[in-house]
């Protein structure tokens, strides 16, 4: 079993509530639900970092992302993360 460490955060008060409720809903410890969440956080982090780091390579060997590369790249983006079975907006 991993070592364990206590910290002692403050949040507003919403989130506290909403935190509680979906423990108590899923039959978790609140520290579980943190653990999960802030886990999934830091490789989310650690994803977008590494990304944002091939972008800028990429810019240093290419030069400037042109404007419809960028408008390609934000549909691929919006169509990755919307909802299945959801028709896509536009703006």
């Known amino acids: 079993m ?3 460490v206590k910290f002692s955060v403050s949040i ?3 989130l506290g509530t909403a935190l509680r409720q979906f423990a108590a809903a899923e039959d978790e410890q609140i520290s579980a639900v943190i653990s999960r969440a802030l886990e999934q ?3 989310d982090r ?3 970092r590494a990304g944002l780091r091939a972008m800028a ?3 240093a060997a290419y ?3 042109s404007e419809q ?3 390609e790249a934000d549909a691929r983006v919006a169509a990755l993360l919307e909802p299945p079975g959801e028709e ?3 703006a």
């Open 46 to 48: 650690r994803v977008i």
């Open 63 to 65: 030069g400037p992302f």
């Open 41 to 43: 956080y830091l490789d």
């Open 57 to 59: 390579d990429y810019e």
């Open 88 to 90: 896509r907006r536009t």
């Open 12 to 14: 507003d008060a919403e």
């Open 2 to 4: 991993a070592e364990k």
């Open 69 to 71: 590369e960028m408008a």
